[in-house]
């Protein structure tokens, strides 16, 4: 026979018994100290706080990078008194004769971004003097100079803005296999030491007893943020465990180990897991206090993909989570590695914990660099619009003089991201490596449709040994296909021209959207179907 192993399993999924707490109760959600109230970052400044005179009817900045935009340094900087960037005086710099001017209180310094964006406002573009009065007009007499060059987009910036990330992990999971200590360490050098908050929670709450040594855990740290007065911007949960295969439901801990016998002869049997729904899973998860970081944050569901498979489970995911976080992020593969995982959570980090960006608009960014992913799993995004949000607005808010403005009635956008290619994943399926009528190895031969070769009408696969035949048919809600690639492009070793190498392959994202309305009373809670749960 062939050689055997037996190795610890990695994915997260598994069979497990359904457990319900007697003492999940309500838990009343308070949206914490009000963002705009915040205490002012020291720094290095030359350039006085904005004006309501200067910015008109739009919003004014609430803070400032502490790094330039340009060359990502800290130093002597600027603070730009239309957006929350800043430039250092290595990169803008003006005559020495002006140096004392600048200084003045009724001087407001304009970052070359903003003034990029009102220059060609009536067709005129005009040199970049950088500092001006209340008035808009220049105070120098000759333009700035830039030394500093461009790595970023216009909308982007180097945040600096206090994060929490609070990863939580299923004891009895390796914790390395979760990319928020990479999230952590790709953020470190773009945060002061205060300005970052890392706390990796290994819970079990399996039992009424180890609920309750959890709920004490939690309340510790909620302590602990308390006297360090610690107001994150915004807040990254990481939930590492295991989803239960038939039901879709969460892994929450384990039962009490069991031991027979005594001395030598005692013989101890593990705990058996037990899942909860999703509702009481998440009531179970955020207690003692730590449930108000929930308000406004992003959530990351490591779980396997039981849980967005099953319509209940899934539905229940949306119900908890739609009047809570403002972006939340899952997973389809059964067999889910939070590993893969990697590539993509670095892309959100750079993109949009550090540059600013909106998370829906630099998706596609984050799906281009994530080929291991694409492979192995669907991505699903929640969207929840017009609801609480801790972050400070973005540069293009900024810019546009949009305010966000929380309202009793969000939309929750589902938009579903599945990878296709056309020869190993029709349509978003992935083709059997083996025929399932001769048990022939990978002898597929795709059946053209007519002159097409991409299409989403179908496809159709036949065996070369066997002649069986796989069909593959669109989903019942036409996808958009986005990031389409048609075949693989080299360089010629002849003339060194980029020239077509081997068969067109159409490869690319299929997109499905859904949208909800969600009616948010104002007094909140999470989850809220807990009625029964609280009757116990």
């Not at 190795?7 to 997260?12: A, D, G, L």
Request: aromatic fraction near 10%; glycine fraction near 8%.
């Amino acid at each position: 026979m062939g050689r055997t192993k037996q190795v610890p399993r990695k994915s997260t999924g598994g069979p497990a018994k359904r457990g319900e707490l007697p003492m999940f109760r309500k838990i009343t959600l308070r949206a914490g100290s009000n963002t705009t109230s915040r205490t002012p970052i020291i720094k290095t400044v030359t350039a006085a706080s904005p004006k309501t005179a200067l910015l008109r009817d739009k919003p004014k900045p609430m803070s400032h990078n502490i790094y330039c935009f340009f060359c990502r340094d800290g130093g002597g900087l600027y603070d730009c008194s239309r957006c929350s960037r800043a430039v250092c005086e290595g990169c803008v710099v003006i005559s020495e004769k002006f140096r004392e001017r600048v200084q003045a209180s009724d001087v407001y310094f304009i970052c070359a971004g903003c003034h990029e964006k009102g220059s060609g406002k009536h067709g005129e573009i005009e040199p970049y003097f950088g500092f001006v009065d209340a008035q808009g007009v220049p105070i120098l007499d000759e333009p700035a100079t830039i030394h500093g060059h461009a790595e970023m987009t216009s909308r982007s910036q180097i945040c600096s803005d206090p994060i929490l990330i609070l990863h939580f992990v299923l004891r009895t999971v390796d914790p390395f296999g979760s990319p928020a200590a990479v999230m952590r360490d790709i953020l470190q050098p773009y945060k002061p030491e205060d300005h970052l908050q890392y706390h990796e929670i290994i819970f079990d709450f399996g039992t009424a007893e180890k609920f309750e040594k959890h709920v004490l855990m939690m309340q510790e740290l909620v302590k602990k943020l308390e006297r360090l007065r610690f107001d994150p911007e915004r807040v990254e949960i990481i939930i590492y465990s295991h989803s239960e295969t038939v039901r879709g439901d969460i892994w929450g801990g384990f039962e009490a180990d069991k031991s027979v016998g005594r001395g030598k002869n005692k013989v101890t049997t593990k705990g058996l897991p037990v899942a909860y729904t999703v509702d009481d899973f998440f009531t179970g998860l955020f207690a003692g206090g730590i449930e108000k970081y929930v308000k406004g944050s992003t959530l990351w569901m490591l779980v396997c993909g039981h849980m967005v498979r099953e319509d209940k489970a899934f539905n229940n995911f949306k119900d908890c989570i739609k009047r809570q976080v403002e972006h939340a992020f899952a997973f389809s593969a059964e067999k889910f590695h939070a590993c893969l995982t990697t590539s993509f959570v670095n892309a959100y980090v750079e993109r949009v914990l550090v540059e600013g960006l909106e998370t829906q608009d630099v998706i596609r960014d984050l799906l281009l660099v994530s080929p291991r992913l694409a492979m192995h799993a669907t991505v699903i995004h929640i969207h929840i619009t017009n609801g609480f949000r801790r972050r400070f607005p973005t540069i293009v808010e900024y810019t546009q003089g949009l305010v966000h403005v929380p309202d009793a009635k969000h939309l929750m956008v589902v938009s579903k991201y599945t990878f296709f290619h056309e020869t190993n994943r029709p349509l978003g399926n992935p083709l059997p490596y083996q025929c399932p009528g001769c048990k022939c190895v990978r002898t597929w031969d795709r059946i053209m449709n007519g002159s097409k070769s991409f299409g989403l009408d179908g496809s159709k696969f036949t065996c070369r040994k066997c002649g069986h035949t796989i069909t593959y048919t669109p989903q019942r809600h036409q996808s958009q296909v986005i990031l389409l690639s048609q075949g693989f492009w080299g360089t010629s070793s002849g003339n060194g021209k980029l020239v077509k190498k081997g068969s067109a392959t159409g490869t690319g994202w299929l997109l499905s959207v859904t949208t909800e309305s969600v009616n948010v009373a104002p007094v909140d809670t999470f989850p809220t179907s807990l009625s029964a749960a609280a009757a116990h």
